[in-house]
T-cell receptor, first 115, second 109 residues
Framework: GAGVSQSPSNKVTEKGKDVELRCDPISGHTALYWYRQSLGQGLEFLIYFQGNSAPDKSGLPSDRFSAERTGGSVSTLTIQRTQQEDSAVYLC?????????????FGPGTRLTVL | QKEVEQNSGPLSVPEGAIASLNCTYSDRGSQSFFWYRQYSGKSPELIMFIYSNGDKEDGRFTAQLNKASQYVSLLIRDSQPSDSATYLCAVRGNNDMRFGAGTRLTVKP
């Protein structure tokens, strides 16, 4: 595709429910990143996928968060038993090959609101 | 100490002036440095990156890197109202990218 796409654009859920957020990276990009941005804050790194390598999960805030990437393309971020503090914009980015000078291109984000 | 620190601002400059945005980082092993611009309610978009000490110019933007001082800056010449946004400094290690909280810039006509 022309850019990184994410769905849904907005998600409102009740505390305790599970949610799934989807990211479609730019075609051909092997690296995929998930970030979280709370209101007025910077981006918090969550997880990084590079090709078929084991993902770097060092940024996931708790074991309620998990992510997978199927076929080296689409990624799903799952949050189980959502809490109000999970409310944020979840941004996905992809880059060509994950090298240190590689440019990351961001999707439009999913705004998650946990009531 | 935060890994990437920026003044939150807001930084206000008049139209046509030079805006100077600063960023410090804690990891000496950091390899590359990025400046992103984020308009309110939008996703970050890359302005430029730098990975060698010194200056790198691209149009009205100049990035400056000093690895010894662990300092990176962004200068915006001839600032325009359309430059009003939050500017995010990002520092790349081996796998991840660490972002600062951003500096909010307002350019007044």
């Amino acid at each position: 595709g022309a850019g990184v796409s994410q769905s849904p654009s907005n998600k409102v859920t009740e505390k305790g429910k599970d949610v799934e957020l989807r990211c479609d990276p730019i075609s051909g990009h092997t690296a995929l990143y998930w970030y979280r941005q709370s209101l007025g804050q910077g981006l918090e790194f969550l997880i990084y996928f590079q090709g078929n390598s084991a993902p770097d999960k060092s940024g996931l805030p708790s074991d309620r968060f998990s992510a997978e990437r199927t076929g080296g393309s689409v990624s799903t971020l799952t949050i189980q038993r959502t809490q109000q503090e999970d409310s944020a914009v979840y941004l996905c980015a992809s880059s060509r090959d994950g090298l240190s000078t590689d440019t990351q291109y961001f999707g439009p984000g999913t705004r998650l609101t946990v009531l | 100490q935060k890994e990437v620190e920026q003044n939150s601002g807001p930084l206000s400059v008049p139209e046509g002036a030079i805006a100077s945005l600063n960023c410090t980082y804690s990891d000496r092993g950091s390899q590359s440095f990025f400046w992103y611009r984020q308009y309110s309610g939008k996703s970050p978009e890359l302005i430029m990156f730098i990975y060698s000490n010194g200056d790198k110019e691209d149009g009205r933007f100049t990035a400056q890197l000093n690895k010894a001082s662990q300092y990176v800056s962004l200068l915006i010449r001839d600032s325009q109202p359309s430059d009003s946004a939050t500017y995010l400094c990002a520092v790349r290690g081996n796998n991840d990218m660490r972002f600062g909280a951003g500096t909010r810039l307002t350019v007044k006509p």
